[in-house]
C-alpha cells in the first residue's frame, strides 16, 4: 500500500478531549474518528487492526471446539422478560419499538437469544456438550462513556456461550475456555492477570475477569505475590479488624464551626482519619434514605454497597434531602439523634474502635471520645469498604498489592440462571427432563486494540506488537524528487509485497522529519528508511520497540525483516 492513496490522515496537535494514551492516540495516529460520544467509526488503519485480533481470537475459538454463528443485533422483549432482564438489566439497555408497536432492544449481550435458539434445536443428552460464539457489535448506554474504546456506547465483542448436560462437563467447558483466554493473550502480546469477578447483570454461580493493568482501566484488582489470589477488589471481603484495647475516654461535646471534611476534621482536632466516624446518606429507589458509616480513612465502594442493597438505583442525598431527613448538613451527618425510617449500615471497619469523632446531625459540632456500647449501639455489620493496597490477603493474610486494569475478557459459570426460566431442557439416559447447564465467555474485541496502546507506546506514539500492526513494514523515501532513492524504495517495496510482508509505503512529497514524526506515531514495527546511503548500497532499518537502528545492505534488507517478523509471530 502506497502512503499517498491509503485513508490514513494523522493529526499534529493532540486531541483536547481524549485522556487516555490509548483514546489520544488512536484519534491522533488516525485508527479511529469519533461520530458521538461513546461511538467512533473505526477507519482503515484501525480495522486492520481489528481484524488482527479477531482472527487471533477466532483461531483459539475454534481450537477450543467453539462453533461460530451469527445472531442478530435486534433483539424481540419477549425472550428477555423470560429471564426478567427486561426491567431488571437497567438504563445500559437500548430500548426501542418497531412500526407495529413491537418492544426490541439493541443487543448487549445475548445470553437470551442463545438459549432460545438453543431450546429449539437440542433435546437429548447426544447433542450435548456444545458451545458457540459470535464476533458482532454490542450496544449499551453507557452513562459516562469515556477514553475512547475503552469504554464505549458501541463496541466490538466476541461472545461464546456453552451448553453441557451436568455440573463436571460444565465446568470442564468453563476450564477450556480460561486455557483458551490465556493463549489469547498471550498472542495478542498482552500482559493480563486473571482475577476472580462479581457474576454481576449476567448472573451465574462464579466468574473471572482478565484484566491489563493500565491507570486509565474502570477495575481494580487487589492480588497476593506469595499465594497468587487475584479478584475484583469489589468482591474481596474485607472481614471485621480484631477489638481495640484501648481505654474509655469520656465523652465531650466540641465546637466544629465550618469544619465539613474528614481531612479538615482531622488537622482541626489533631486526630488521625481513622478515629473518625464517617457517615453517608443515600437515598434507594428515589425515597428510601441508607445511612452509610465507616472509618474516616476508608472510602465507599458503591460496587460493594450495590450488592449489599440489591440494586444499582441509589444516589448520594442532596443537601435538601439531608436538611429534610436529619436536620443538618453534609458534613455534620451522625448516628446520633437519627429519625425513624433511616436504615443504618457499619462498614465492618468500625467493629471494635474506640474513642471515636462521631457528628450528632447538629452543625458546627461534634463528639470527641465516643464508644460503641457506652455512647452509640451497633446496627447492622457489612463489608462496603474499597480495598487498599495493604489490605490483608482473603486466602493468606498477607498484604495485598492493587492496581487499576482494564477489563478485556470476562467468563461466567451460568449454571441453570438462563435455562431454567427459558425451560431449555433435554433429556438424560433415564429419559427425564433436565435443564441445560450453561457457561458465558466474553472478549472486547474493539477494546483489546485500546488495551494494547496502553501497554504499547512511547511519548511519541505507538508501538504496535507485529502480530496485531496493521502493517508489519513502513518504507519511507526521504526525498522523492532523487531518482535513486526512489528507485531503490520502489524496489524494495515492490520485494516485500512480493514475499508476503504486509508493507506500506510512504511516498508523500513531505519533508523527513514530518515523515518520520508520523512513523513513530502510527508505530508500524519495522521501517526501512531510504536515504543518502544509499550510494553506498545500504539503508537503515529501524524497530519501533526498541529504537534499534542497523545499517543493511539493499539487497539483503527485506529477507532480514522478513526474518525478523517471523521470529516476533512465534
Known amino acids: 500500500m502506497r502512503w499517498s492513496r491509503y485513508f490514513l490522515y494523522t493529526l499534529k496537535e493532540d486531541p483536547a478531549e481524549a485522556e487516555a494514551p490509548s483514546h489520544r492516540l488512536l484519534l491522533k495516529a488516525g485508527f479511529i474518528k469519533q461520530v458521538s460520544a461513546g461511538i467512533y467509526e473505526i477507519l482503515p488503519a484501525g480495522w486492520r487492526v481489528i481484524r488482527k485480533i479477531e482472527s487471533i481470537v477466532r483461531k483459539e475459538m475454534d481450537r477450543s471446539g467453539a462453533q461460530e454463528l451469527l445472531l442478530t443485533v435486534l433483539n424481540p422483549a419477549e425472550l428477555w422478560k423470560e429471564t426478567g432482564r427486561w426491567d431488571t438489566y437497567g438504563n445500559e439497555l437500548f430500548r426501542l419499538k418497531d412500526r407495529s408497536g413491537r418492544e426490541y432492544c439493541l443487543g448487549p449481550t445475548h445470553e437470551e437469544e442463545i438459549t432460545d435458539l438453543v431450546r429449539k434445536v437440542v433435546h437429548s443428552y447426544r447433542q450435548l456438550p456444545v458451545t458457540l460464539y459470535q464476533i458482532q457489535v454490542k450496544f449499551r448506554d453507557e452513562k459516562r462513556p469515556r477514553f475512547g474504546l475503552i469504554r464505549g456506547r458501541e463496541f466490538i465483542m466476541k461472545d461464546a456461550y456453552s451448553f453441557d448436560a451436568d455440573e463436571f462437563s ?3 467447558s468453563y476450564e477450556n475456555m480460561k486455557f483458551a483466554y490465556d493463549r489469547v493473550f498471550k498472542k495478542l502480546r498482552l500482559e ?3 482475577a476472580q469477578a462479581s457474576t454481576g ?15 486509565y482501566g474502570e477495575a481494580k484488582v487487589g492480588y497476593c505475590e506469595s499465594c497468587g489470589y ?3 477488589a469489589e468482591i474481596i471481603p474485607l472481614s471485621k479488624p480484631p477489638e481495640q484495647e484501648e481505654e474509655e475516654k469520656p465523652l465531650e461535646k466540641v ?3 465550618g469544619v465539613k471534611t474528614i481531612e479538615e476534621l482531622a488537622s482541626f482536632l489533631k486526630v488521625s482519619p481513622s478515629k473518625i466516624l464517617k457517615a453517608v446518606l443515600y437515598m434507594v429507589k428515589g425515597k428510601e434514605p441508607v445511612l452509610v458509616l465507616i472509618r474516616g480513612d476508608k472510602e465507599i465502594d458503591e460496587n460493594k454497597l450495590e450488592m449489599v442493597l440489591g440494586t444499582e438505583d441509589f444516589r448520594l442525598a442532596g443537601d435538601e434531602e439531608v436538611k429534610d431527613i436529619l436536620g443538618t448538613e453534609k458534613g455534620f451527618i451522625g448516628v446520633f439523634n437519627l429519625p425513624e425510617g433511616v436504615k443504618v449500615l457499619w462498614d465492618n471497619s468500625l467493629y471494635g474502635v474506640k ?4 457528628a450528632l446531625n447538629e452543625p458546627d459540632y461534634h463528639y470527641i471520645n465516643a464508644n460503641p456500647g457506652r455512647d ?4 447492622e455489620f457489612v463489608d462496603v469498604a474499597e480495598v487498599v493496597e495493604g489490605d490483608p490477603c482473603p486466602q493468606c493474610g498477607s498484604p495485598l498489592k492493587v492496581k487499576r486494569g482494564l477489563e478485556l475478557g470476562h467468563i461466567f459459570l451460568l449454571g441453570t440462571r438462563y435455562s431454567e426460566p427459558m ?5 438424560d439416559p433415564e429419559g427425564n427432563e433436565k435443564p441445560i447447564i450453561m457457561g458465558c465467555y466474553g472478549i472486547g474485541i474493539s477494546r483489546i486494540m485500546s488495551a494494547i496502546v496502553e501497554q504499547y507506546h512511547d511519548d511519541k506514539g505507538i508501538k504496535w506488537p507485529t502480530p496485531v500492526a496493521p502493517f508489519e513494514l513502513e518504507i519511507i523515501c526521504l526525498n522523492m524528487s532523487d531518482s535513486q532513492m526512489t528507485e531503490v524504495a520502489e524496489k524494495l517495496y515492490l520485494e516485500a509485497e512480493e514475499k508476503g510482508i504486509e508493507v506500506i509505503y510512504d511516498d508523500r512529497e513531505e519533508s523527513a522529519g514530518f515523515k518520520f514524526a508520523d512513523a513513530d506515531l502510527v508505530g508500524f514495527p519495522y521501517r526501512i528508511v531510504v536515504g543518502r546511503k544509499v550510494k553506498e548500497g545500504k539503508v537503515e532499518l529501524q524497530k519501533r520497540a526498541t529504537g534499534e537502528k542497523l545499517d543493511v545492505p539493499v539487497e539483503e534488507v527485506i529477507d532480514r525483516v522478513k526474518e525478523m517478523i517471523a521470529e516476533d509471530k512465534k
Open 170 to 172: 460444565a465446568t470442564m
Open 192 to 194: 493480563v492477570i486473571m
Open 201 to 215: 447483570q449476567i448472573g451465574g454461580k462464579q466468574s473471572h475477569e482478565f484484566i491489563a493493568f493500565t491507570d
Open 230 to 232: 487475584a479478584a475484583n
Open 255 to 257: 465546637h466544629t464551626p
Open 355 to 358: 474513642n471515636m469523632v462521631v
Open 376 to 379: 452509640y449501639q451497633y446496627g
Open 423 to 427: 425451560k431449555a431442557y433435554f433429556t
